[in-house]
């Protein structure tokens, strides 16, 4: 399995403001992703960040609005700019990872995120 | 492209009843398929998974069977429990990760 860790674990925050939401796992991956879950919902992929290389965003979602970070293999941050009630959801970082000869993916607890 | 269609909620038991959720998906290649499960309060956590077809996933009494003739991954349990309330998602993996819509269950005592 692989431990992910993220902060904060929950943020209310003033429109217009950004959050940073920080992603630490316990041994070095390749690929990182982050995720949408609004209120209710599915899970939606934001992006994928790679080390060493920009992130790939999914349709929808712009470098502007929700910059990443990948600065090296065990880390990532995720930033929500320019907050409006629409970004309140839960955030998630996940992983993938060989387990018993396929792919796995491994998620952290989430950050929710409410804008006022 | 791929797509997973699941049994929509939410769904309430009473507690030892037989569960079924319903989940079906489309894909151009040959997936993995998984079920996820969300406690409240919680992170998501894998819950069971198949790599190829005909292969039966199973953990903590949920079972799922890889049916590529009808392209589904129905969840079963035999008899639930209250500790199963949760949110349930099923996804497959081709390039990415895609999650159903998920289903709410309540188990009742």
């Known amino acids: 399995s692989a431990v992910i860790s993220q902060k904060p674990s929950r943020d209310i925050c003033q429109r217009g403001t950004s959050l940073t939401i920080q992603c630490q796992v316990d041994s070095q991956v390749t690929m990182m992703f982050w995720y949408r879950q609004q209120p209710g919902q599915s899970l939606t992929l934001i992006a994928t960040?790679?080390?060493?290389?920009?992130?790939?965003?999914e349709s929808g979602f712009v470098i502007d609005k929700f910059p990443i970070s990948r600065p090296n293999l065990t880390f990532s941050t995720l930033t929500v700019s320019n907050m409006s009630p629409e970004d309140s959801s839960i955030y998630l970082c996940s992983v993938k990872r060989l387990v018993g000869g396929s792919d796995e993916q491994f998620f952290g607890p989430g950050t929710r995120l409410t804008v006022l | 492209g791929d797509s997973v269609t699941q049994m929509e909620g939410p769904v309430t038991l009473s507690e030892e009843a037989f569960l079924t959720i319903n989940c079906t998906y489309t894909?151009?290649?040959?997936?993995?398929l998984f079920w996820y499960v969300q406690y409240p309060g919680e992170g998501l956590q894998l819950l069971l998974k198949?790599?190829?077809?005909?292969d039966k996933g199973s953990n903590k009494g949920f079972e799922a069977t890889y049916r590529k003739e009808t392209t589904s991954f129905h969840l079963e349990k035999g008899s639930v429990q209250v500790s199963d309330s949760a949110v349930y998602f099923c996804a497959l993996v081709d390039e990415k990760l895609t999650f159903g819509t998920g289903t709410r269950l309540t188990i009742i005592p």
């Open positions: 894909a151009t290649g040959y997936p993995s």
């Open positions: 960040a790679n080390q060493g290389s920009e992130a790939t965003y």
């Open positions: 198949a790599t190829k077809a005909d």
